[in-house]
Nanobody
Framework: QVRLVESGGGLVQPGGSLRLSCAAS????????MAWYRQAPGKQRELVAR???????SYADSVKDRFTISRDNAKYTVDLQMNNLQPEDTAIYYC??????????WGQGTQVTVSS
């Protein structure tokens, strides 16, 4: 079964932290560069971070030094540790393989709201 399940979102005050988790099916995860994306209201989905199978990472400038992506190749999971969250980080967060398109399977995402 091909699927992606994101979790860990919530409401947090500015400066707070959240850790998102994503469970992917083996067919999506194995050998893939995995990534986290986000979509804010009225905006297009954007790439937040990606990680190769050996663990090389890359981040959007807007989250660099605040977010950390990691993966567990044995468990088919990819996490996103988010620190010093700001209101502009408010979005629905999704995980998927890198360069996934609208024609790929997507999960429901997890809502992150940063507000005082």
């Amino acid at each position: 079964q091909v699927r992606l399940v994101e979790s860990g979102g919530g409401l947090v005050q500015p400066g707070g932290s959240l850790r998102l988790s994503c469970a992917a099916s083996r067919s999506i995860f194995t050998g893939a560069i995995m990534a986290w994306y986000r979509q804010a209201p009225g905006k297009q989905r954007e790439l937040v971070a990606r990680i190769t199978r050996p663990g090389y990472t890359s981040y959007a400038d807007s989250v660099k030094d605040r977010f950390t992506i990691s993966r567990d190749n044995a468990k088919y999971t990819v996490d996103l540790q988010m620190n010093n969250l700001q209101p502009e980080d408010t979005a629905i967060y999704y995980c998927n393989k890198y360069l996934a398109t609208v024609y790929d399977i997507w999960g429901q995402g997890t809502q992150v709201t940063v507000s005082s």
